[in-house]
């Protein structure tokens, strides 16, 4: 029997998802993952494989954790508002960060990753048309209200100025939900 692993596995990778959601995956070293999670090299090794493998268990823990309940609580919303000022939530930033890092930096080298980011935008859409209460219709709809949430946590994450996501989502919403309304 092998010596009993000296680390919290799950504060680990929760450690990593954060670290990732913050820098490129190539702009973090391994001796940055070192010293920021506080394990051994060869401890983080033996448990993940290699830094894909801690990144793809952080990406794991953060979509389960992160961005899962926030797609649910985005279905559960009631209206585009609502949806909105959900996923502009400060407990939504490291998720979404994550989420946006591996959208344009992962996927497009790693299938794996791009399949996965496949499921969950495609569960955003779904969110999306029961926030709007369009289930099973109007596509369009759920993409802009998809793409409006990565796009305000892009703009916010980029520092840009003047850049109020409450103030942006509730337009947008208001603006959205007017168009609904006027095609109903």
């Given amino acids: 029997m092998g010596r009993p692993r000296g680390f919290d596995e799950v504060t680990v990778v929760r450690a990593a998802a954060e670290l990732f959601s913050t820098r490129s995956y190539d702009g973090i070293s391994m001796d940055e993952l070192v010293t920021h999670l506080g394990v051994h090299r060869n401890s983080l090794y033996k448990t993940f494989g290699s830094k894909r493998g801690l990144y793809q268990a952080a990406l794991s823990w953060s979509l389960e954790h992160d961005v899962n309940p926030l797609i649910d609580r985005i279905a559960a919303a009631g209206d585009l508002a609502e949806a909105l000022r959900v996923a502009a939530e400060p407990a939504a930033e490291v998720g ?7 959208a344009v930096e992962r996927a497009p080298v790693d299938r794996e990753v791009a399949d996965r980011l496949a499921a969950v935008l495609a569960a955003f859409d779904q969110a999306a048309r029961a926030a709007s209460g369009s289930e099973g219709t109007e596509d369009d709809l759920a ?16 520092g ?8 942006a989502g509730a337009a947008l919403a208001r ?3 007017h168009h609904h309304h006027q095609g109903a």
Avoid: E, W
């Avoid at 979404?96 to 591996?102: H, I, K, Q, R, W």
């Avoid at 409006?148 to 994450?157: K, N, T, Y």
């Avoid at 840009?160 to 103030?167: E, K, P, R, S, W």
């Fill in 143 to 158: 993409f802009a209200l998809t793409a409006a949430v990565l796009g305000l946590r892009m703009r916010a994450r980029a």
């Fill in 96 to 102: 979404l960060n994550l989420l946006l890092l591996a």
């Fill in 175 to 177: 603006r959205l939900t």
């Fill in 160 to 167: 840009t100025a003047n850049t109020d996501i409450d103030q």
